[in-house]
DNA sequence: CCCTAAGCGAGACGGTACGTCAGGTCTTCGG
DNA sequence: CCGAAGACCTGACGTACCGTCTCGCTTAGGG
């Protein structure tokens, strides 16, 4: 979670672990009242009840405690097994729209990615503590599909990893955009035209 | 443009034509240099050779004004003719991602819709400027591709409009996600195979 | 009053005689509701009913403007015939220190005395406007006191006006002090006191 | 000095000494380059090395900070012992005159007098800074006097008060009306003839 | 059992940008 | 040419956060 390197907490006082826990807590609650860009360090530490000090000692700034405080939410998101691809697929379009549509996520999430764009170093924590650690759904998806025979196995180990990618860039990226951007519901039934559209798409591929 | 009432303005002297456009491409020098976040409004007043008070009697805040002065960026993507529904797409594909690749559209783009999660009337506003704006390419590319024949003419207009408004979502946020959240070239090869994605989803739906 | 050479005024639409008289009694007013250093020339000019270019044409600013709108208010004072010096005296003082109760002449002179230290303009124009005429109410004062026989007639013209010059400076610096600094009340006890230490050190002078 | 408690002061950062001198003698030179009007909080922020917040921490604004810096300049006027009321009177009149002859207690004394017609608070500031120390001066000279026998010893105590109040009244609004009012010198000549019209005018009252 | 080193809350510090306001000028239109 | 309206540039306002610092105090582990 935060900067520490375990290793160095060789002597002193060691760091509240309380602290930790309160301070992304605190950023939560501060994103939900007050949104991106009108949250303050100062606001998050009287929050938790902790002095501006213990933050920076933990988080190099604003845009690292915000994406270490976000991230715990994306790792909610369940592949549960409904007895098919596409009702995999829309079940999981359907948990995404719904974390997108709690303001802490909604707020945060497109702006670390916008100020990712100018700074190599959050783009990658964002990578690594969010982005890449949802990949696991479209493999579990394949896997779940391809053991049901939905889909064939594929021999090209880089082609279907680029495949992956592929589809977890449209499944994202699609509803992000919609949600948003669009500001359009993501519903049952735009859930479900999309899916069919996507199933559709990766059927003909597989057949032609 | 700016948040001028043309009928209000009947006596006082009027306000300078050349300051919309100085203060305009000043917003995009500011945001190629410094980023959404490090932009400032007086500094843009100081590349534009203009004072702080006519930016702000012209628009309300930095949100504003950078939706204004990126929207025009958004008005350069055209749909040439290549021949083929999968050409067309595939070139709009690239074209919007040489646009993602510009710092000045990267940076305001996601930064603006992140405001926006919490302000509606920027909501609309990017919408009206932008995002709606575009979906001219959805349309014409549909037209033309029914014209020769590669998709079959709708006769449910509303189901239409739902399915164009699918696509814009599908295309705009696949392309964003993939240059801007996973940060991956957006690039022939990748065009070639979202675009074989969406076509062949298509064609089935048509299909089925 | 206002800064225009009447010769001048030869062609073209000549300046509104109505707009002088009403901007000093709007500066009078603005004085009263917002003291002299709330007083801007915008709200003069809005009480007024006139465009700020209307005063900047007539005076050079806010210290000239000022300077006139409470010049006549002084002008006001009067010494009526009360039978003694001692009455003049105690009269003229009280009614300089009602004058002082008027908030408009209040925080107008201590703050036009003070920008004048820095602007020797400014500090002829309050003379010749403000101080140097009431200076013939010691004049009038002595006079009559000589023709009751209450004073010797001087020899020495210079050394007269330079008497003059003394005794106008110490009534008019004690009420003012007493008024404005001290901000004790200067009632008909404190007048008393004053009168008389004045004109015993009047009478002393004459006699040795 | 500065609005500090110093009861409270327990825990934090400790405020800076050095700060406090380094404004006030930055608001000095900054009222001798520029004087009052002239003068900004962040002019003098910038000359003492100090940010605008350090200077609003300490003070409300620049009343208040003037008043203070000034105040120390009166401290310096003294009563030496010269063997006679009237040469007593006649040093500290002229002290008092070369006081106001520096520009920084020229610009600043009026200015805040006139400030201070309309908020209570600065008034009451002003009076325990600057005014009421200055009246030790008056009881000082009127002792050596009583002590001298050039004066009698007063039975009453509040007519004696009265009566420094009074003088000092006299003696201070003289010399500022004269000094900055009138614009003339206050030369050896001017406040001989001064000191000869007030303590005439206390001998007779003394006699009569 | 103390010593040492780090963590801690509090809050002052030098900065920078904010959005507003006033000053004084200029530019239009209409009288 | 005057006057109103109001846009213009300039520069100060007082506030808010930034990220750093300096306190005095707490909380461990190691000697």
Redesign the pocket.
């Known amino acids: 979670m935060s900067d520490t390197d375990p290793k160095a ?1 060789r ?6 672990v309380a ?1 930790d826990a309160a301070i992304l807590e605190a950023t939560r609650a501060s994103l939900v009242d007050l949104g991106w860009s009108k949250l ?3 606001d998050v530490a009287t929050r938790a ?6 933050l ?2 933990r988080w190099a ?2 845009n690292e405690l915000v994406v270490d405080a976000v991230a715990v939410l994306f790792d909610e998101l369940e592949l549960p097994d409904r007895g098919s691809l596409a009702a995999d697929v829309q079940g999981v379009v359907l948990q995404f729209a719904a974390l997108l549509e709690r303001p802490e996520a909604r707020t945060a999430l497109m702006a670390v990615v916008a100020e990712s764009t100018r700074d190599d170093s959050l783009r990658r924590r964002i990578r690594s503590a969010i982005v890449d650690r949802q990949k696991r759904l479209v493999l579990l998806g394949r896997e779940r599909a391809q053991a049901r025979g939905e889909l064939r196995y594929e021999d090209d180990a880089s082609a279907a990893a680029r495949n992956a990618d592929l589809i977890f860039d449209v499944i994202a990226g699609a509803v992000v955009h919609r949600a948003l951007v669009s500001a359009e519901p993501v519903d049952a039934e735009w859930a479900n035209g999309f899916t069919s559209l996507l199933l559709l798409g990766l059927a003909g591929a597989q057949a032609g």
């Open positions: 907490t002597t002193g006082r060691p760091r509240s602290a303050t360090m100062s009840g902790v002095a501006k000090t213990t920076y000692r700034g604003k």
